[in-house]
C-alpha cells in the first residue's frame, strides 16, 4: 500500500468519524441546552451555535483531502456513504436535516474544489469548505428547525475549523511537492 493510499484511508476514517461526533455533540455537548433543541456552543462574543459545527466544518476540510489522496470515485461513495450513515445516526427530529444537509454540502464542496484544485490546494480547500460551510448551514437550519436563527454561528463555528486546517493544508502541500505526491 503506498503512503497516498494510507493517507487518504485515514482522511476517509476521519471524515466518517466527524459523522456521528457531530450528531452527538448538537444532542450532547454544549455551554447551553435549548429544551427540545440544540446544544450550543459560544463561536464569538455574543453568538452561539449548535456544537456540532465544529464537526462538519473538519469534515469539509477532510472530503476535500479525500479527495486528493483517493480520487473523485472513493470521494462520491464516501459522500454516499456519510449521506447514509448520517441518516442512520442522526437523532430521529434531524434525521431529514442532517442527510440533506450532508448530502449538498459536501457535493457542493466537491463542485467547488475539483476545478479549483489545479489552481492550488489552499484556494481550493478554503473555497470550498466556505461554499460548503455556507449551504450547509442554511440546509440544516432551515429543515432543523425551520428558521436560521443561528445562521451566524453555523458559519462562523465551522469558518473557525476551516482556517484552523489551512495552515496543515500549507505544509501538507509542501511535503506533497517535496516527495512528488500532486493530486490524484
Same mark, same amino acid.
Given at each position: 500500500m503506498t503512503r497516498r493510499t494510507?493517507? +487518504?484511508l485515514v482522511f476517509l476514517a476521519a471524515f466518517a $468519524?466527524? /459523522?456521528? =461526533?457531530a450528531n452527538w455533540l448538537i444532542g450532547n455537548v454544549g455551554t447551553f441546552c435549548v429544551p427540545n433543541g440544540p446544544c450550543l456552543i459560544p463561536v =464569538?462574543?455574543?453568538? #452561539? =451555535?449548535? &456544537? +456540532? *459545527?465544529l464537526m462538519i466544518g473538519a469534515a469539509l476540510v477532510l472530503r476535500d483531502l479525500v479527495q486528493r489522496r483517493l480520487g473523485l470515485r472513493y470521494t462520491f461513495a464516501a459522500i454516499l456513504a456519510g449521506t447514509v450513515l448520517s441518516a442512520a /445516526?442522526?437523532?430521529p427530529a434531524l434525521v431529514l436535516a442532517s442527510a440533506a444537509a450532508f448530502l449538498i454540502s459536501e457535493t457542493a464542496d466537491l463542485a467547488i474544489y #475539483?476545478? $479549483?484544485q489545479k489552481r492550488g490546494l $489552499? #484556494?481550493? *480547500?478554503? =473555497?470550498s469548505s466556505f461554499v460548503g460551510l455556507v449551504v450547509? &448551514? /442554511? *440546509?440544516?437550519? #432551515?429543515?432543523?428547525?425551520g428558521s436560521l436563527t443561528y445562521l451566524w454561528g453555523q458559519v462562523i463555528g465551522k469558518s473557525w475549523m476551516v482556517l484552523a486546517a489551512l495552515p496543515l493544508i500549507v505544509l501538507l502541500r509542501r511535503r506533497d511537492e517535496r516527495? +512528488?505526491? +500532486?493530486a490524484a
Open positions: 494510507r493517507e +487518504g $468519524l466527524c /459523522i456521528p =461526533a =464569538a462574543p455574543g453568538i #452561539t =451555535a449548535p &456544537s +456540532g *459545527v /445516526i442522526a437523532p #475539483t476545478p $479549483l $489552499l #484556494t481550493a *480547500v478554503a =473555497a450547509d &448551514s /442554511i *440546509v440544516f437550519l #432551515t429543515l432543523a428547525f516527495l +512528488g505526491m +500532486g
